[in-house]
């Protein structure tokens, strides 16, 4: 059946598929006495994410948009199999995530901006060969791709210097050549471009763009930057409080609004309103996107 699927991908179909995913969150209550914490403990409970669904074909990007806090970590972490879903159902490439199946982890890569992939104390070449064989990539596949990455992200000079001598920016760019070398079918994506100065952001967008479009890669994509949605996303879900209450395709959602693609700042207060009309707090505003804060504070003063 995953063969199968597999080879289905390059025609677009399901890759990532979501139903009625929630995922509830305990925390030990510390009050009463020690004993009672002990041997009675109490709990409260959080949902992160409630009754969630949505997919994502191959050659598709998925854009994840909500304030912190809404549960677009936990959504990618449940897609890896890092954590499991309190209830629901989500298939990737046909596996069940959970399950971790060397099959299932060969075929998704990850980026996460604020955490790194890449050996701490080691050049920036000794991670990727260790990838390649942890995943068992052809050499002469590993090496072109590496080295086309690595062209367009500017990074092809830094493999023999230490990660840690390595600026925010940097690091990023090579997480995301290391995720893409051994040619994953799902690519997840969590605030990619943090800290990434605005020509970088142009190159990985571009490389994002290309791998989704020639290599037929689900994407999904969180950021907090307007710019990344309207140049990688197809389609936009957004996510406030665990619930994903709308999925739309990236065009119908630009209509509804009545905004063109290179006007960001327009776009940024559209989902702002969006937001708040389901209730956003200020603390949530504040987190949403870069700009909209600020112009939505000009637009009301005025």
């Given amino acids: 059946m995953s063969q199968q699927f597999l080879r289905g991908t390059e025609r677009g179909i399901v890759a990532v598929d979501a139903v009625g995913v929630s995922r509830i969150y305990r925390t030990r209550r510390h009050e009463g006495p020690l004993w009672r914490q002990l041997l009675r403990p109490t709990f409260d409970t959080h949902a ?33 199999g890092i954590l499991k879903p309190s209830s629901g159902r989500i298939s990737v490439l046909g596996h069940e995530p959970s399950s971790l199946s060397s ?28 990838i390649r064989r942890i995943y068992r990539v052809p050499v002469e596949a590993f090496r072109e791709d590496v080295a086309l990455f690595a062209g367009m992200l500017h990074v092809d000079t830094l493999m023999d210097r230490t990660v840690r001598q390595l600026s925010l920016g940097e690091r990023i760019k090579c997480e995301v050549v290391l995720a893409l070398a051994h040619r994953p079918r799902v690519l997840l994506l969590d605030e990619p471009t943090i800290g990434v100065d605005m020509e970088s952001r142009q190159q990985l967008r571009t490389l994002i763009n290309r791998v989704v479009a020639e290599r037929q890669v689900a994407a999904l994509l969180t950021t907090h930057d307007v710019t990344d949605l309207t140049a990688c996303c197809t389609h936009i879900a957004f996510i406030q409080g665990g619930n994903v209450f709308q999925v739309k395709a990236m065009d119908e959602l630009l209509r509804q609004f009545g905004v063109s693609r290179d006007n960001g700042g327009l776009l940024e207060s559209r989902l702002i309103e969006t937001f708040r009309a389901r209730g956003m707090t200020h603390d949530e505003e504040r987190t949403l996107c870069s700009t909209a804060l600020v112009n939505s504070m000009g637009d009301e003063d005025d």
């Fill in 48 to 80: 992160a994410l409630t009754e969630v669904n949505f997919q994502i074909r191959a050659g598709e990007c998925l854009g994840l948009v909500g304030p912190n806090g809404a549960g677009k970590s936990t959504m990618i972490k449940l897609l890896t």
């Fill in 103 to 130: 099959h299932f982890l060969s075929q998704i890569a990850a980026v996460f901006g604020h955490k790194t992939s890449l050996w701490w104390d080691l050049p920036v070449q000794h991670s990727f060969d260790a």
